[in-house]
């Protein structure tokens, strides 16, 4: 087993977890200041996706493709919290769990009836295709770093915007103090949306950068969201902080899980056992890591409230 | 006699009808489709024991349904084989008898319940949903990765299992054995809404603390009552499975979790009759709407929707006019 291989499979674990960070970050926010729960949040990602393929296929452009997923997850989510999300804030969790779980359906089959149930495709520019050189002699492919460096920039702006401008005071403010801050003057419905379509865009544009190395089709958006609810889980939720630890933590165990495991139980067990005990275990391990930092914390890292 | 009463008259009086017309006209089809609510109904009656009764909102039932059909998968699969299911560090030998299976089933899918239970049951609100729900996955991704029993093709049975006296592969026998499963669990369900555990359990849902000054614990209340409601759910997965003579991931995926929840919902939470009713509406609307087009999902779920912002207690709810809280 070379360093190499290692340090490979770390930057690919950080490259996934940093997209799980996009999804995070959005149902945090939401849970953080409306106290809702949303399970649609994965066909946001989806409705990305679709906008940025259908975008490049027109215009060959991969710049307006990413463009076009954040707008239309924007929009997408803004739309959705103006009829349908904002009168559930009041109503208790299952209420907010089955209205989210009818949206999905709504989302998922509506685009299913729009694009048909074959798989899109949305090709790596030519300038980010290719392997990189790095430091060190590693070749690792341009767009995955590319992704990495997106992701960390997206995330450094986010702490940003909620630690130091005024929409982020009021979005802390919020989450402390619903009442308060609407007697302070502040549109707290209009807060309300302008969250959720930030929300929506992050989950969007993770969306539209994840189809390009996938396939974008309907039902992509939820083995990555209910990886998101892990995340959040074991970061605290709420805590945008807690959302990027707990995805680094998800995105490099899975990842390294995968490849390793099975080579670790090689050492005492026949290679074709091996395989199959390695992958079930590995395909266990966040789930397992979840547990236990349930035990420890059951509030998560980083979390306050329930 | 209330509404409510009168509504579950009924229901029961329907319950007994639904066979009988299912039997005179003899028709597989529409047998089929009765089996597949009593099975489903009996799904729906085991979350609405977490979920009415314990006010527990569990993302993740899926994984007891699913252990329920695996344990009949694996029992009936060695019996079709004739090979050993263990031989050390003692012989386990496959199944097709029902009752077994049946058991097996129901232990196997109360013990994950239990398990699930005490981690999930350290938290509560949304954690325990996102949770519920993280767990239900790591069993379906274990299951895709599990190729001994068909990893992500799933696993077919050639002959339907047998059970003493009665010829199962006659569809109409087979809904009378589902039948008699769902009467006996909707009976033993009223039966413990009514008992002191019951009473007990409604209470921490209401107030916790108060429940806490009496000196119950409400851990041990709910955790018992999400393995009863687990094992219930874990049965009808065994005879979901045997219905369809087939079991596949698809039954511990996160969908089906949302699906028996549905059946709950839009009969209305925390009646007893809830899930029938929601199975039957759920089952109907599948059959009359996916008649109409392919994408019928999308009326589900419209219709869902102004259920859940408009019609909070279901369609029994609507029928009765009172609201049964949840919480």
Known sequence: MSLILIIEQILNGLQFGVMLFLMAAGLTLVFGVMGLINLAHGSLYMVGAFAAAAVAGATGSFVLALIASLAAAAAAGAIVELVVIRRLYARDHLDQVLATFALILIFSEGTRWLFGSFPLFL?????????????????????????????????????????RTRIGIQIRAGECDREMIAALGVDISKLYTLVFALGAALAGLAGALVGAIQSVQVGMGEPVLILAFVVIVIGGIGSIKGALVGALLVGLTDTLGGVFLPRFFELFLAPASATSVGASLASMLIYILMAAVLLVRPLGLYGGRT | MGRERMFNAAMVLALVLVPLWAWMTAEPFIITLATKVA?????????????????????????????GGYAMGILASHAQTATPLMEWPFLIEGTNQMP????????????????IGALSLRTSGVYFIMITLAFGQMLFYFAISWSAYGGEDGLSIWVRNEFPGVNTLDPIQFLAICYVILGAVLVFAARLARSPFGLALSAARQTSERVETV???????????F??????????GALFADLNRFISPTML????????MVFVILGGVGRLYGPVVGAALYILLEHLLGGVSDYWQVFLGVLLLLIVLFARGGLIGAITGREVAHD
């Open chain 2, 39 to 67: 099975i489903l109904a009996l799904a729906g009656v085991g979350l609405n024991i977490a979920l009415g009764l314990g006010g527990l909102i569990s993302l993740g039932h899926a994984a007891f349904f699913g252990i």
């Open chain 2, 215 to 225: 000196g119950l614990t409400p851990f041990r209340l709910r955790l018992t009552a």
């Open chain 2, 227 to 236: 393995v009863i409601s687990g094992a219930i759910t874990g049965l009808a």
């Open chain 1, 123 to 163: 090709e790596v520019p030519r300038y980010l295709s290719g392997p990189v050189t790095l430091p060190g002699g590693i070749q690792y492919p341009l767009y995955r770093l590319a992704m990495i460096v997106i992701g960390l920039l997206i995330a450094a702006g986010l702490f940003w915007l909620i630690a």
């Open chain 2, 253 to 260: 995926s996160w969908h089906t979790s949302g699906e028996i």
């Open chain 2, 100 to 115: 077994v299976i049946w058991l097996v089933a129901v232990v196997a899918s109360a013990l994950a319940a239990l398990i």
